[in-house]
């Protein structure tokens, strides 16, 4: 009797305890999500990431460059190499 005493109280301690920690663990992951919706991936990288169309269009070539679609070539140009030597495998 002493035994079954013991394991329902030890079963009734952690139950007791989950609940607790569920209860904190509530707003703790509310927090993270507004945080994480905070820091959007669009302000870690400055490179456009999509919405690419059937044929590539001159605003859409000056947004994946970074540049203004009114650049000029030499611009055009050095935006192009930075991205080309950023992501050449013989890169490091």
Sequence with gaps: AKTVMAVGLGIATVAFAGRYAFHLWKPLGQAITETAKRISTSSLSSYYKGGFEQKMSRREASLILGVS????????RTAHRKIMILNHPDKG
């Design 69 to 76: 679609p009114s650049a000029g070539k030499a611009k055009i």
